[in-house]
């Protein structure tokens, strides 16, 4: 691992050391063995980075967190059945940040633990006063199982708001299975025996393995966007949606689509036999006050077929 400082911009010694610092960080982050010359492009990228874990550390007390709510919709009824809990931060000098943007940062600094819980506190709360009666999804971090006690954090949550587990949903990403898959089985077990469901998200990317559906108790697959987006223009992308919703209807597992963005998309995912879709074209992730209750009937693809 290496870092070089050129000193062409005839800064002073201080800011000579912070810029090691950068360049030597993101030498450690890109691997063994690598070199990283300091940059201003580096500079901002190292300084937005801290300006978003240092901001993270109070977004919670000083209330820039809240969460976003997506409907999920039965195909066969065509009701909101639930909806899943996304987190959204306005950061006071950097604005909106996406949640692709400041997890992993959460993630990698242990903040995420403080994030998750009041994320399922406040999903938890809202799926028993206003979204009372739809199923209510939390995602949930794979850090967040492997450290401290998930579990029991999680019964205390259910206890003092009084939400019925069978009426909570955890989104976990198959990351949440590779690192340690023996401690993944145990721990996904006891959350399966309070009741709560438990969906494996993003299902079909990276490296999902069938044998994941045998050994680990989830209840829904949910079916990554990019084979939804692709469903008009790649035979294969049709291929594999239809595969999966056959084999998890087999298995007795519900599955999900993300993403769905068009009518035609709906209508391939419909006749596939999906039980549920997500996507824009039914309603972005909203606020509490403008989650949709009712649908558009002539989205619905049993009777626009
Ligand atoms: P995810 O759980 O797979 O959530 C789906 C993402 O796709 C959301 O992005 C949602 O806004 C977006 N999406 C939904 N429908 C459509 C569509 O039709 N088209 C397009 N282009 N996008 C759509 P978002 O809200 O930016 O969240 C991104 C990811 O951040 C989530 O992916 C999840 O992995 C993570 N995340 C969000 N909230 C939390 C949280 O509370 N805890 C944890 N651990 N992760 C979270
Ligand atoms: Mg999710
Ligand atoms: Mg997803």
């Not at 399966?192 to 999902?208: H, K």
């Not at 056959?246 to 209508?267: I, Y």
Request: proline residues 5%; charged residues 25%.
């Amino acid at each position: 691992m290496g870092f070089t400082v050129r000193n062409e911009t005839l800064c002073g010694l201080d800011d000579l050391l912070v810029q090691a610092d950068i360049a030597m960080y993101a030498a450690k982050e890109a691997g063994r063995g690598r070199w990283v010359e300091y940059s201003p492009l580096l500079g901002e990228i190292s300084h937005r980075r801290l300006s978003i874990e240092h901001g993270l550390r109070n977004a919670i007390d000083n209330d820039e967190i809240c969460l976003h709510w997506q409907p999920k919709v039965d195909l066969q009824t065509w009701q909101v059945t639930g909806a899943e809990a996304l987190l959204r931060w306005r950061h006071p000098d950097l604005g909106e940040i996406s949640p692709m943007e400041f997890i992993p940062i959460a993630e990698q600094c242990g903040i995420i633990d403080k994030l998750g819980v009041w994320a399922l506190t406040e999903a938890c709360r809202a799926g028993t006063h206003e979204l009372a009666g739809l199923t209510i999804a939390v995602n949930v971090s794979a850090s967040q199982l492997q450290f401290g006690d998930y579990l029991n954090g999680l019964k205390d949550v259910l206890r003092t708001s009084g939400m019925t587990p069978e009426k909570l949903e955890l989104e976990l990403t198959e990351s949440v299975l590779i690192e340690d898959a023996d401690k993944a089985v145990t721990i996904l077990n006891a959350i399966r025996s309070t009741g709560v469901r438990l969906a494996l998200d993003d299902f079909g990317t990276g490296y999902s393995s069938l044998s994941y559906l045998r050994r680990f108790p989830f209840d829904t697959l949910k079916i990554d966007r990019s084979f939804v987006t692709e469903l008009l223009t790649k035979p294969d992308a049709r291929a594999i949606v239809k595969m999966i919703t056959d084999l998890a209807n087999e298995l007795g597992k519900r599955t999900v689509c993300e993403g769905v963005e068009t009518l035609e998309q709906l209508q391939i995912v419909c006749a596939a036999n999906c039980h549920e879709v997500q996507g824009f074209l039914i309603s972005p992730p909203c606020p509490l006050e403008s989650f949709p209750r009712t649908l558009d009937p002539d989205l619905n693809p049993r009777l626009s077929a």
